[in-house]
């Protein structure tokens, strides 16, 4: 079970004032908890994060290296879920969930799509519905990714949750009816993209409307 190393300081103010302060100093408040831990409020650098997210290990297990006053303590988890600011793209929060290698836990998997579709090569367009599934299994059979082979997709079809043959130990969490990848005409596809970005910039204006009002406080 591969692990990375991450640093982490234990935060001690947890008001807006002090996480806007840190995440200028080039920080990120995070929190770390678990099924039997309560929550440990931390902060990591900025830098390390985006490390771990260009070489693809921000998907995997982190072993937390947590210094308090001087007093460091080890925590093995995974980032359970990263934020950022819409408009910015900069990191906003981190939340670590710790890992218990004795347990099934519910991990998100990427999911990545190979093949060539026939769809395509008939005139579609294929779209990739589902990046990430939730699956259920043992720390040591997590997988790095799931492949999904869309050959055989032709116009109009689709492949789901409950089509993606799953290895021994993995559950599916997600509802079996969500689309992963479907193939679609490309009028279809040019609607359905202007109605994304035009939702993703009222999106865009809310989140500014917030972190202005955010400043001023």
């Known amino acids: 079970m591969e692990t990375t190393d991450l640093a982490a300081q234990v935060r001690k103010e947890h008001k807006k004032g002090p996480a806007r302060r840190l995440r200028q100093q080039g920080f990120v408040p995070a929190v770390f908890y678990g ?30 290296i947590i210094d308090d006053g001087g007093l460091k303590t080890e925590k093995l988890s995974f980032i359970k ?13 981190a939340d670590f969930y710790e890992v218990d290698i004795s347990r099934s ?25 589902k990046r990430h599934l ?9 997988p790095g990714n799931i492949e999904v082979d869309v050959t055989s997709l032709d116009l109009g079809q689709a492949i789901k949750v409950q089509d993606i043959e799953l290895s021994a130990g993995l559950t599916a969490i997600d509802p079996p009816d969500d689309a992963v990848a479907s193939i679609i005409a490309i ?9 994304e970005e035009a939702a993703e910039d009222v999106q865009a204006a809310e989140t500014a409307k917030e972190e202005k009002k955010e400043k001023e406080e």
Request: proline residues 2%; contains cysteine.
């Open 35 to 64: 099924r039997n831990t309560g929550n440990i409020h931390l902060t990591v650098k900025s830098s390390d994060i985006l490390k771990l997210q260009k070489t693809k290990k921000d998907t995997g297990f982190i072993r937390l």
């Open 81 to 93: 879920e990263l934020q950022v600011q819409p408009v910015t793209r900069k990191l906003y929060h």
């Open 105 to 129: 836990q519910v991990f998100d998997v990427e999911l990545i799509l190979v093949g060539n579709a026939v769809g395509v090569e008939n005139g579609g367009m294929l779209q990739h519905a």
């Open 134 to 142: 939730k699956i259920s299994c043992l720390p040591k059979d997590l």
């Open 187 to 195: 009028k279809a596809a040019v609607t359905q993209e202007v109605e």
